[in-house]
């Protein structure tokens, strides 16, 4: 079963300083109530009943509130509001439920007009924000039986990854399987599939993998290839990638970056790529005017090594969350 869990504002702590126009996220977040003004919705995903299935550490159930903890103390840039939305909760191993929970509460936050990021939890809440957003994109939802058929969305989906997580979600689902599943459900509604998988190790990915995301039409840039001399090339080919899309969805599965930066992770990289090199692919895809829905996955807080993880998880909020 899934459950709500009651929105905490107590997580939300730190530093007040004097100086007028000084705020940070503790002293403006705001708990999520009906009819609010449109703002970025803070919703969590407590689960690592995917990452178990795929035999990794669990633990990312802990994420979403270390997650807040990590970014109440930074500093306040926003001109819109940011809302806490809560938590859904994974019951033992009720994947399935979770996930359609989780979605349906973003439909909600969509069609209330606010930007959800989602603080996971492991990265089968890929599958569950997809779906969301599809749900807010179906023609049911938004037309009558009377209108005019619509054109399916154009919704591209950007995952900055160690992995493609791409495996055969025929014998299990988990957190390995989330894109195959969307890609599945892509052709059930007869909408394009449209993937780029940024920071992608060669060594933990099969030539299976690569294969089936070749045949996918895959976006793929390999960890490697993400250095400081090539990365305006790769910022552009993500920009034409953009193009093509009318909506975004952005996936961070914190593995992308390297063991000695993100820790707390269930498959910690040996290579992965900087935060430094990180942040302009997010602020290309933040700043594109596509963006609606982002989630960030994988942050254990039992394996992290004094907060970096949660840390970096929580810049990579805050970068994602500036509007001016």
């Known amino acids: 079963m899934a459950a ?81 939305a809560g938590n859904v909760r994974c019951v033992d191993d009720a994947l399935e439920a979770s996930q359609q929970a989780l979605a349906d509460r973003l439909t909600s936050l969509l069609t209330a007009g606010h930007l959800p990021i989602v603080l996971g939890g492991g990265h089968e809440v890929a599958y569950a924000s997809w779906l969301g957003l599809a749900q807010f994109f179906m023609p049911e939802a938004s037309a009558s039986k009377e209108s005019a058929p619509e ?7 950007i995952n900055l990854d160690a992995h493609f997580d791409l495996r055969d979600p025929a014998h299990i689902r988990s957190s390995g399987t989330p894109f195959a599943q969307i890609a599945d459900q892509c052709q059930k509604h007869g909408w394009s599939f449209r993937y780029a998988c940024l920071g992608v190790s060669r060594a933990a990915n099969t030539r299976a993998l690569f294969t089936r995301a070749n045949t996918l039409g895959t976006l793929i840039r390999e960890d ?101």
């Open 224 to 324: 490697r290839e993400i250095d400081a001399l090539r990365l305006d090339s790769i910022v552009r080919d993500v920009q034409r990638f953009i193009a093509k899309c009318d909506h975004l969805y952005l996936t961070i599965d914190l593995d992308v970056l390297p063991a000695a930066e993100a820790p707390g992770v269930s498959a910690p990289a040996s290579r992965g790529v900087p935060l430094a090199l990180i942040e302009p692919l997010v602020e290309a895809v933040r700043d594109s005017g596509k963006l609606r829905l982002a989630d960030l996955a994988e942050l254990n807080p039992s394996l992290d090594i004094d907060g970096r993880t949660a840390r970096a998880a929580a810049r990579l909020v805050h970068l994602l969350s500036l509007d001016s």
């Open 151 to 157: 054109a399916p969305p154009r919704i591209g989906i």
């Open 4 to 84: 709500d869990t009651p929105i905490d504002m107590a997580l939300w702590q730190g530093r007040t300083d004097p100086e007028p126009d000084s705020d940070r996220w503790h002293q403006r977040i705001e708990p999520l109530t009906n009819n609010v003004a449109p703002g970025c919705a803070l919703l969590g995903f407590e689960s690592d009943a995917g990452v178990a299935r795929n035999q990794g550490r669990t633990g990312a159930a802990e994420g979403p509130n270390a997650l807040r903890r990590a970014l109440a103390p930074l500093a306040w840039h926003r001109t819109a509001p940011a809302y806490d």
